[in-house]
């Protein structure tokens, strides 16, 4: 496979909610240490090399919407990626037009700390890929005017050396991979709680000229019940007439 496995592993209410005030809720909170765990407490389940997020997930938990400090004079950037070191994880943040206003060139996750790689297409502007040069962090070019997944996901493997990927939201772009049929396994971990809000994120969303609603089936590979009334499921993606060359 000419690609890293990738699976996505999410937490959600029982609603599929993957975000809202039911996270607040003490009864959340075994869900939550347990969704760390399976993919990075101290025996993770998953040994994976890295996980990959969207450009509105990153700024909710890293970048915090700031502004990006450019420089519109900055001199012409080297053409092509810009891998600025290397790391035993890494931080995938897809950002196709570059905008995430980064102060360092690592997250830190609860203990897991990770090194930070952009992922752009051609609409970034040369002033960006300076201000990311400038801060040691790696970008990636994976399409022109739409993100394409199946470069995307090579680069990350031949050049990163990342063999196993974790899918972290949001809905869309979790959906955009499955749709693209270029993840392998869904892991959900239920927290037994719910909110009702109609308006926050579920586990998949469809997005036009993104994805569309074509059904995906799935096949249970294990259903276990945790501490504090969580539950853990996981699939494999079935099988499915797709192009790989998918872009959004």
């Not at 970034?124 to 993100?147: M, P, T, V, W």
């Not at 499955?178 to 998949?204: H, K, M, R, Y």
Request: hydrophobic content about 40%; overall charge negative; aromatic content about 10%.
């Amino acid at each position: 496979m000419d690609r890293p496995y990738l699976f996505c592993h999410m937490l959600t209410s029982l609603d599929g909610k993957i975000m809202g005030n039911y996270m607040d809720l003490p009864a959340c909170e075994p869900a939550g240490e347990l969704f760390y765990d399976i993919a990075f407490g101290d025996e993770p389940f998953y040994r994976h090399q890295g996980w990959l997020s969207g450009r509105v997930t990153t700024d909710d938990n890293f970048t915090h919407y700031r502004t990006p400090d450019l420089d519109p004079a900055a001199p012409p950037v080297p053409p092509g990626d810009f891998i600025a070191g290397k790391a035993p994880m890494y931080y995938v943040s897809v950002d196709p037009r570059g905008v995430l206003g980064w102060q360092e060139n690592t997250v830190t996750y609860e203990t897991t700390t990770a090194q930070v790689i952009e992922v752009l297409t051609g609409q970034a502007s040369n002033a960006y890929k300076a201000f990311l040069r400038q801060k040691g962090i790696s970008y990636l070019l994976a399409g022109e005017d739409k993100l394409d997944y199946a470069l995307l996901l090579e680069k990350l493997k031949g050049l990163f050396g990342i063999q196993v990927l974790m899918l972290g939201g949001g809905g869309v772009l979790n959906w955009s991979f499955l749709q693209a049929g270029l993840c392998d396994e869904v892991s959900i971990v239920v927290a037994p709680a719910a909110d009702g809000n109609p308006t926050t994120q579920s586990l998949f969303l469809a997005k036009e000229g993104l994805s569309t609603d074509k059904a995906i089936s799935f096949t249970l590979l294990g259903a276990q019940a945790a501490e504090g009334n969580a539950l853990w499921l996981r699939y494999r993606v079935d099988p499915q007439e797709t192009n790989h060359d998918t872009e959004g």
